[in-house]
Structures are given as structure tokens and as C-alpha cells.
């Protein structure tokens, strides 16, 4: 399996990698107030950290994430793409994209493998109801190297009306309750452990993106009315712009840079690996792809459905222009052609 992702960047002060477990030296990160202390980076999570090193840097790449408008998937559906639709199969018989697919999300390595070869396509589109679960997927196969797939933004539901699951999920619920304080990151602890028993980052990764696989989709998503209810019980990441977290965010959330995390490893063990972890952005879509990383190191992510669409619909319309929200409107809905 071709391995393609991240490129670390140690930039903190006394920093080093080797093939046992060692104590990385950090110094205080002042602008975000965190007092970085002696922390252990394991073995295996070393190993695989230097082979994603050592293939490349999607995480950090211009290219992440990697999104397509279904406006773009319609003109170029006589050309050289191939369309993977990962919603039930119930769900994709009663409509879908002209020519597509239906996998399911556990045989999609397989499918990649053996089914078909990828890289004969100009695009590989996935597929599936509102774009979130479809982005998720897609960090995972372009992690694994797979340079030319794409998630259709807002899935089915920006393609036809009739398949719209977007609108169910806009909510202002919650928008009595956001906070504009900052919250500190947490201490470092370190990285999950791996515990494959190997000794060869190539060999981990394999490891990894096969368990990821395996544990499939229904643990992935989150609802706001979960993660409102005891904010305390996450540790809550705010995947966005500064000015957007500052005018208003979900009670304990702490943001994390976008362009600034993933792949950092500064960033990555100050993300608890004992409790659960919920990231969110303004659709769902940006943090679908932070989760399915997360998840490939270990820790117990999840992305927050519909992002800040579904507890601030109303202040995210009202600031549209000010913040550049991404509220979900009728604009985004297509009445392009299914099939059946």
C-alpha cells in the first residue's frame, strides 16, 4: 500500500527523533500560553511519524483539504472520473450520481488495490450524503497516496433537491451558549500508543490505515446536542480561523490552527489521547478531513455534524459577510440528473 502524508515539522527547541522511545525536550510555546514540559513520543509513533516524513506532505499541501463543487462534478461527467458513492446501499438505490459506484467504506482498500487502478482516473470522487463522511474518507486515501481523489462538497445534498440532508441539520439551538473566552491548550502528554508490535514505519502505517478501515463510519460523526450537553466530557477542537473563534465558540473549545497542526508534533501532544476528542469547522467538511488523521494516530476523534451549521445557523447568516461563513443555503442545492 503506497503511503503518502505528512512532513514533520520540529520546531521546537531541543527537539530530536530516534528509534527508541525518547523524552522530546520542548520549550514554553508563549503565544498560545502553553507550558510545554518533557514529554515521551513512543516508538512506533516515531517510526511512523519519519515515514510519513519521508512521503510526502499532504496535510500541509495546498492540496488539504481536497474538495470539488458538485457544479464541477456534473460538467465533467463524460470525462476521465470515477465516482464512489459510500452511502447505504438503500440510500444510493433510490438515487444517484450517473455512473457511480456504491462501496462500502470498509472494502474501499481492496477496491484500491485490486478493483480498479486509481490512478487512471484524471479524479476519483466520493460520494456520500451531506460530504462530511465523504471528506473523512478522503484524508484517509490521500494519506495512503491516492493523489487524485476528491470529496464532493455537501455530497448529495448540494446535487439534488430530493436528496437534501442538509437542511435537517441547521440549527441556532445552541448560540446562547457560546463562549469568547480563550481556552488554553491542554499539557502535553505524548502520542496514543500504536502497539503493532513492528518495528517499520511502513509496516505501522499499513497497520494503521487497515484498523481505521475497519472501525468504519458510525463512530465518526458527533451531534451538537451531544457535545452541548457536557462540553466537559471532550476535549473540543476549533479548527478555524482566529476572528471566527473569537466571536464565538462552543464552551472549552480550543483552537487549533488550520495550515498549523497536523503533522506538527509539537501541536499533535497537546491533543489528549485519554478522552475524547471532538473537531469541528463552519461545515463539517475541513474537519472531517482532521479527524480521519487523528484517527489514523490513535486518538479517539470525532468531527461535529454539520460544523457550526448546526448550532449557529443564524449568527453564521448574519456575519456571512463580515467572516466569510459558509452557512448552507438554497444556493448550494443543484437539480442536476440521478439515476435509479
Known sequence: MKIKSVLIILFFAGSFFSCGNKQVNHSTDNKDNVSIDTVAINNESQLFLKDLEENGDYVNSKNFPSLIKASIVNEELDKNI????????????????????????????AYFESGIKPFEYDKIIMVCATGQLASYTTSLLRLMGYGNV????????????????????????????LQKDDNPKNKPTGMPELATGLNSGAEIGKVRFSKTFEEGLDSVLISADKVFAKPDAYYIINYERKDKYDNGHIPGAVRYKPDATLGIVSELITIPHDKPVVVY????????????????????????????????????????????????????????????
Open 150 to 177: 476528491y470529496a464532493m462538497r455537501w455530497g448529495m445534498s448540494a446535487w439534488n433537491n430530493s436528496y437534501d440532508n442538509w437542511n435537517k441539520g441547521l440549527s441556532s439551538q445552541f448560540e446562547p451558549q
Open 281 to 340: 469547522c463552519g461545515t463539517g467538511h475541513n474537519s472531517g478531513f482532521v479527524t480521519a488523521y487523528l484517527r489514523l494516530f490513535g486518538y479517539n476523534a470525532k468531527t461535529l455534524s454539520f460544523g457550526n451549521n448546526g448550532f449557529m445557523y443564524n449568527k453564521m447568516n448574519n456575519e456571512k459577510q463580515a467572516l466569510s461563513w459558509m452557512p448552507f443555503s438554497k444556493a448550494d442545492v443543484n437539480d442536476f440528473k440521478v439515476v435509479k
Open 82 to 109: 470515477h465516482i464512489i458513492d459510500i452511502r447505504p446501499q438503500g440510500e444510493f438505490k433510490k438515487g444517484h450520481i450517473k455512473g457511480a459506484v456504491n462501496k462500502e467504506f470498509e472494502e474501499l482498500p
